[in-house]
């Protein structure tokens, strides 16, 4: 049950799971008391009509039938009594403190009482007060121990209402008639309470393990905060750094243009800032649909930035179809393609590229496509990490693909699909399943 939690609430855990279960037990008891005292006064009532319309009563009956006539007083009292220790067993199961515990404690104390004297009152039904119909509310009074808010607590407020069980039943019995007998059920009951309230008292002893694991899972996280940071600091420095310094070394000797300048500051401001830390997803909004997704996703937005930067770059195909991409998709999608455009710029020895964008049911595919020198994937160094880093694992993150077509002197073709919500005809979309992302980090990933 304590599988997991930290060790400081274990045994807040443990208290509040004995607690409930001993409440539940108790207000069952109460209940079977409540229907058992009903029923029996029900009986004893047509029991008295038929003794008083008796013509030829024996002394004996007269006699019985005056006990059975102060029965209902009796029956009455035992009912309220009944009812109000259930209505404070209800306000401690919902707030556990010291008073409304000796509460229960005194009201139990005298509803055992009157229901004991009741039911033993009832000539001839009863031979012994060990009879288990008897004990119910004794029952109910001993689960008084599972509402302590320790072991030491819970053991001895049951003590203590075992025993004051015990005394109001020897006096109903002496009061009857009825001879006292030691019933199993109650010393059964609380006996098998004081044996789990002490049972939780050496499990907590046994925390060494609890406080292991839950020191292990607290490492895991960690490693995978880390590892998330590690691939956000190096993506943040190849949509930054890299791409600011490849702008500089293309631009015109002179000074800048506005265009450049306000992508380095907008650049040095992102650096100096932490939102690039936080979860970029609650600060997208989603895409517009129609012909304006285009003009408004983030991968025009990073078409355009290359341009800036002296790239002539060609579009086609099914540009509205941008606006199917969730604001985390068209996010990372744009920043593959950013990284695509460049290496164009720095690789290719050409200054044009062609994007085309197709769609498909459950898909969205850009291909960024170069006629430049081309390169030998295989053979490129480790230093470099755009296509590996920069692209790829962005693209794989999402549940997508990345494919690379190029041989040298034959040009550059970079194939990246993203899943994306399935169009039904109602004009609902429903999303794709992207798979989760439980790989470990690969060496042979920061290359490129």
């Known amino acids: 049950m304590t599988l997991g939690l930290p060790d400081h609430l274990v045994t807040r855990a443990l208290s509040h799971a004995l607690a409930r279960a001993a409440h539940w037990f108790a207000l069952t008891c109460l209940a079977a008391s409540l229907t058992a005292i009903i029923l029996l006064s029900l009986s004893t009532t ?68 009157l229901y ?18 008897v004990t119910l509310p004794k029952l109910a009074l001993v689960m008084i121990g599972g509402a302590g808010v320790s072991a030491r607590a819970g053991v001895l407020w049951s003590t203590t209402a075992f025993v004051l069980a015990e005394a109001v039943t020897v006096y109903a019995a002496t009061q009857t008639e009825v001879p006292y007998g030691a019933d199993v059920f109650t010393i059964s009951t609380y006996l098998f309470l004081v044996s789990v309230l002490l049972l939780t008292v050496f499990v907590r002893r046994e925390w060494s393990v609890q406080i292991a694991l839950h020191r292990a899972m607290q490492t895991d996280q960690t490693r995978l905060l880390r590892h998330e940071l590690d691939l956000r600091t190096l993506a943040l420095g190849q949509d930054t750094t890299l791409q600011q310094l490849v702008a500089l070394a293309r631009a015109h000797p002179g000074p800048l243009s506005a265009n450049l300048a306000g992508s380095i500051s907008d650049t040095l401001q992102t650096l100096r800032g932490t939102d690039w830390l936080t979860d970029a997803d609650a600060l997208s909004v989603e895409p517009h649909g129609g012909t304006d997704a285009w003009l408004t996703s983030a991968v025009y937005a990073a078409i355009e930035r290359s341009r800036d930067r002296g790239l002539v770059v060609e579009v086609t195909g099914d540009r509205a179809a941008l606006g199917r991409l969730s604001p985390a998709s068209d996010r990372e999608l744009s920043l593959a393609v950013q990284q695509c455009l460049v290496n164009v ?48 694992r962005r693209i794989e993150r999402l549940g997508g693909s990345v494919s690379i077509l190029t041989r040298p002197g034959a040009g550059t073709s970079v194939m990246l699909s993203v899943p994306v919500a399935i169009e039904e005809p109602g004009g609902h979309a429903e999303p794709t399943k992207q798979p989760e992302q439980t790989e470990t980090p690969d060496p042979e990933r920061v290359a490129q």
């Open 46 to 113: 047509a029991a008295t009509t038929a003794t008083t319309a008796a013509t030829t009563a024996t002394t004996a009956a007269t006699t019985a039938a005056a006990t059975l006539a102060t029965t209902p007083t009796e029956t009455l009292a035992t009912i309220v009594a009944l009812l109000l220790m259930a209505a404070v067993l209800i306000a401690l199961s919902l707030r556990r403190t010291v008073a409304l515990t000796i509460a229960y404690l005194v009201t139990g104390t005298v509803a055992t009482y």
């Open 116 to 133: 004991t004297i009741t039911v033993l009152g009832i000539p001839a039904l009863f031979p012994s007060s060990n009879v288990f119909l």
């Open 345 to 392: 710029i720095l690789h290719s020895g050409i200054v044009a590229a062609e994007v085309v964008i197709e769609s498909e049911p459950s898909s969205i595919s850009l291909m960024v496509m170069d006629a430049g020198r081309g390169f030998t994937e295989s053979e490129t160094g480790a230093d470099r990490l755009g296509l590996r880093q920069a692209v790829r």
